[in-house]
């Protein structure tokens, strides 16, 4: 990831306009107590600094309760005007990742805006980075300095290609690490050249979801322990490892054909290859047309198939393939293939859904994002929040509290620092001379700072 416009450059600790501040841990016990209020999160407090995709680390724990102070430069985290759509002048990246956060800017160059940060560190339970390596470090607020004025804080890193390893250091954008980790294979255009296939990008957000387990974790620890740690998550290894199948069953596929060999179900037989093509050629797992739409049928256990075979009024298909018991896609069976392709024309997507309840085989709907929003499975489980709480139309946590309800998030801030009033009186104490002197020496980037809505 690109570091945007956080400025770079040596640091002056200086002093406090105000009076010294120690650098030693303040011992604040309110700090480690669970609260009572809304969400499993309620009562921690995360310090974010980040920029774009690693936003989602803490949008997951804004989600569960969590308080979040995005600290941003002067200039804004510039995910604003990143990627499409643009709504209303502000991208839906930032709609979406930046939800239930408050936004303070501090001008990391200025030794009072240091002395902002360590004392949210102080007053916080985790530090979520997520530029490029050492990013923090450079500006001043390495992790001696942060565990040194509170033991107990867990600092997270979330990063493109990590801080080790030769690909450290390189510019990259999301994609990056799915074409890296083999999950973005390319597609050939009709000018014969490579190109970016239809895909849903997976290290860009399965690096958030693994950052935030391991905070979630490290923070549970801290309380019992008073022990804080470090860690850090590359986009490029959560890619990996949700591509774990097709990257191990590779390395197995190094064995001796004797020792590693087909599926069981389809009696064994030549290695299938692995990843998306690993079905190519499944007959009782497999698409079919239905008359208005496209199903997906997942008969590969011998029950279900029986069950099919009998519910279609077609038993003579199940006895005449009767399958493995288990993991049977009939690979290769084109007549099967053919015949199983006249009996799903027959009826409608709703009609098949219908019938594999009804005689409790599986068969799936295929949506595209548009066939999706009028689905009833996802109108009843997730649907959208509205655009006058979030500034569009967003989708909710797919986790949801059984007896209780979800805080609802609050909207992202189109402009950086509107939560400046909120978080240095209401979070930090300060009155008003101290944050007008942090005003007049330009630590929160100059006097456009907004309060809070």
């Known amino acids: 990831m690109q570091e945007g ?27 480690r107590k669970w609260s009572a209020g809304p969400g499993p999160l309620a009562g921690v ?13 803490a949008m997951h724990l804004a989600d569960l309760g969590a308080e979040v102070i995005k600290v941003e430069s002067p200039e804004g985290d510039y995910v604003r005007k990143m990627a499409f759509p643009i709504i209303d002048g502000t991208s839906l990246l930032h709609w979406h990742l930046n939800r239930g956060k408050k936004s303070l800017t501090l001008d990391l160059k200025k030794p009072e805006a240091i002395e902002v940060y360590l004392d949210l560190v102080r007053r916080s339970d985790a530090v979520i980075e997520g530029m490029r390596p050492g990013a923090l470090e450079r500006r001043g607020l390495g992790w001696e300095r942060l565990r040194g ?3 107990a804080i867990v600092h997270c890193a979330i990063t493109g290609y990590g801080s080790t390893g030769p690909y450290a250091d390189m510019p990259s954008h999301g994609i990056a690490y799915d074409a890296w980790a083999g999950v973005a294979r390319p597609a ?22 693994f950052a935030a387990l391991g905070l979630v974790s490290a923070i549970l620890r801290a309380r019992e322990t008073g022990r804080g740690c470090r860690f850090e998550v590359a ?34 037989g030549a290695r299938r290859p692995l990843g998306e093509s690993s079905m190519r050629g499944a007959v009782r797992y497999q698409y079919y047309r239905s008359r208005d739409g496209v199903v997906l049928f997942m008969a590969s256990e011998r029950e279900f198939w029986k069950n099919f075979a009998y519910g279609v009024g077609r038993p003579d298909l199940y006895e005449r ?68 709480q979030h500034g569009t139309e967003l989708m909710p946590s797919p986790i949801r509290l059984i007896d209780e309800e979800l805080p609802v998030p609050t909207m992202s801030r189109v402009s950086p620092g509107e939560d400046n009033e909120a978080v240095l009186r209401e979070v930090l104490g300060y009155d008003d001379v101290r944050v007008g002197t942090l005003r007049s020496s330009g630590a929160l980037g100059g006097e456009n700072s907004t309060p809070s809505r």
């Open 235 to 268: 986009q490029s290894d959560a890619a990996a490892a949700f591509n774990w199948s097709g990257i191990e069953g590779t390395k197995a596929y190094e064995r001796p054909e004797d020792e590693v060999t087909g599926n069981d179900g389809d009696g064994k």
């Open 188 to 209: 050939i255009g009709e000018d014969g050249e490579p190109e970016i296939p239809a895909y849903t990008t997976i290290g860009i957000h399965a690096g958030p979801l």
């Open 149 to 151: 004025v509170n033991p």
């Open 5 to 31: 416009p956080m400025q770079e450059g040596p640091m002056q600790e200086g002093p406090m306009r105000e009076g010294p501040m120690r650098e030693g841990p303040m011992r604040d016990e309110s700090r």
């Open 321 to 388: 393939r009767p399958g493995a018991r288990f993991a049977d896609h009939a690979r290769g069976d084109v007549e099967l293939r053919r015949e199983l392709a006249a009996i799903f024309a027959t009826r409608t997507t709703a009609e098949w859904i219908e019938l594999g309840r009804a005689v409790n085989t599986p068969i799936a709907p295929v949506n595209d994002t548009t066939s999706l929003l009028s689905d009833p499975q996802f109108q009843a489980r997730l649907g959208f929040r509205s655009r006058e």
């Open 45 to 57: 407090r995360v310090i974010e600094s980040a920029l774009l995709g690693p936003g989602g680390v």
